[in-house]
């Protein structure tokens, strides 16, 4: 990008205060100046003709200006649900020697807490919006396509909408996809759904010192610092699953028994990535909460539980005992833990998307070669449909029955 005297590098609005009555915020501006002198730092809130000014002298290279800004009787942002996901138009500009710079963004103004308070149970975790405790309801969320530039506007735009009409108000990005486009999260503020956003590592180890750790923490930086201002954004959690792959999938035993202290090795690899750089990052350039590792139950050193029904008093839980286990699909009544913000169970597609891979009828059975080429979830998944189908409803007549009762199910 081509620019001369000014140039504004990002804008970060931190809510400090948010009342129905008041909201107090703090415009920090970065921008990079050609030369030293006197520069101009201006704020607009669009939509009310509000201006907040200050006249500062600037170094050559990087500078930072705080700007107080206060609007009286705000109009709140809320998710899905509560409230209009009211947005403001903020303008930031920064003037000097007749050159200037802008950068618009829309912002929601809204108080939003992680609560963890010690009970009779454990500690509590739980969202609180605006003064209001919401219930989440939502999904985990990958990516929409294996190639990444095949997904159009109009595909998020209406994966948003689905949410939004079943009445959802989280998704939660998932570690083992990506950082989404900018649009995703754009679709998610004026829509009311607000994002659990994992860092993207998941399910595995990684060799996180010297300069890859270095590589995490650049990247991390990038993405707080784009996403920061959407007010969809919930929290900033570490990874999906590696503490629970580290301790409950068998990983620091195997590792342990190598000896030549590569476990400890690894731990520190682990607890240096997730324990101190990725929440220092979060700390110096955003003021969310941060979660460590999902699931996780507070304690670094602690294995998360699993599959009983007093799971995880502390923290959130992923609940595959349904599925995996073969439990009763009466457990959800049973199991219990501070959030879920995990769990799930399979279906194939209907049968129209069938017929685009499998158009002949000799492939019409879920053991199909085919049928089982596609199957990504392990050679017995196919199986545990029929199991869970044949459990709660009749053996169905034919291949394009099962599809549609798998659906059901």
């Keep these: 990008m081509a620019w001369d005297e000014i140039r504004i590098e990002n804008v970060q609005y931190v809510q400090k205060v948010v009342t129905d009555k008041k909201a107090e915020i703090t415009a920090i501006v970065q921008f990079v100046a050609k030369n030293s002198g006197e520069a101009v730092v201006t704020i607009q809130n669009n939509e009310m003709a509000q201006f907040w000014s200050k006249k500062v002298q600037v170094q050559k290279g990087v500078n930072k200006m705080e700007i107080p800004v206060v609007i009286n009787h705000p109009k709140l942002w809320w998710c899905n649900g509560l409230g209009e996901a009211h947005l403001y138009s903020f303008t930031a500009n920064v003037?000097?020697?007749?050159?200037?710079?802008?950068?618009?963004?829309?912002?929601?103004?809204?108080?939003?807490?992680?609560?963890?308070?010690?009970?009779?149970?454990g500690t509590t975790?739980?969202?609180?919006?605006?003064?209001?405790?919401?219930?989440?309801?939502?999904?985990?969320?990958?990516?929409?396509?294996?190639?990444?530039?095949?997904?159009?506007?109009?595909?998020y735009e209406k994966t948003i909408l689905d949410a939004v009409n079943v009445n959802m108000n989280m998704l939660r990005v998932w570690g083992g996809g990506i950082y989404e486009n900018d649009i995703f999260y754009d679709l998610c503020d004026k829509h009311g759904i607000l994002v659990w956003q994992d860092f993207m590592f998941a399910c595995?180890?990684?060799?996180?010192?010297?300069?890859?750790?270095?590589?995490?923490?650049?990247?991390?930086?990038?993405?707080?610092?784009?996403?920061?201002?959407?007010?969809?954004?919930?929290?900033?959690?570490?990874?999906?699953?590696?503490?629970?792959?580290?301790?409950?999938?068998?990983?620091?035993?195997?590792?342990?028994?190598?000896?030549?202290?590569?476990?400890?090795?690894?731990?520190?690899?682990f607890y240096d990535c997730f324990f101190v750089t990725l929440p220092e990052v979060v700390n110096n350039y955003d003021t969310?909460?941060?979660?460590?590792?999902?699931?996780?139950?507070?304690?670094?050193?602690?294995?998360?539980?699993?599959?009983?029904?007093?799971?995880?008093?502390?923290?959130d839980g992923h609940y595959w005992g349904v599925w995996h286990g073969k439990d009763s699909i009466a457990n959800y009544n049973k199991v219990r833990c501070r959030f879920m913000s995990e769990y799930g169970f399979q279906s194939f597609p209907e049968f129209?998307?069938?017929?685009?891979?499998?158009?002949?009828?000799?492939?019409?059975?879920?053991?199909?070669?085919?049928?089982?080429?596609?199957?990504?979830?392990?050679?017995?998944?196919?199986?545990?449909?029929?199991?869970?189908?044949?459990?709660?409803?009749?053996?169905?007549?034919?291949?394009?029955?099962?599809?549609y009762l798998g659906q059901l199910l």
């Design 95 to 121: 003037s000097k020697n007749g050159k200037s710079d802008s950068k618009t963004e829309n912002i929601g103004i809204r108080d939003l807490q992680v609560i963890r308070d010690k009970d009779e149970f």
């Design 125 to 155: 975790f739980y969202f609180r919006l605006n003064g209001v405790n919401v219930f989440m309801k939502g999904a985990n969320y990958i990516p929409q396509h294996s190639f990444l530039t095949e997904v159009t506007d109009s595909m």
């Design 204 to 269: 595995a180890l990684y060799p996180t010192e010297g300069e890859l750790l270095e590589n995490v923490r650049q990247e991390a930086v990038e993405n707080v610092i784009r996403l920061r201002n959407h007010p969809c954004l919930a929290l900033w959690c570490g990874n999906n699953e590696n503490s629970a792959a580290w301790f409950g999938w068998g990983y620091k035993k195997q590792y342990e028994a190598l000896g030549n202290g590569i476990a400890e090795k690894i731990w520190k690899q």
């Design 288 to 315: 969310r909460f941060y979660w460590p590792s999902s699931p996780f139950n507070g304690d670094p050193l602690a294995k998360p539980e699993t599959g009983l029904p007093e799971w995880n008093p502390n923290g």
């Design 352 to 403: 129209q998307s069938v017929l685009k891979y499998a158009p002949e009828s000799r492939d019409h059975d879920i053991f199909s070669e085919v049928m089982m080429s596609h199957q990504r979830g392990g050679k017995h998944a196919n199986g545990l449909i029929e199991w869970y189908l044949e459990s709660e409803y009749r053996k169905p007549k034919d291949f394009q029955s099962f599809l």
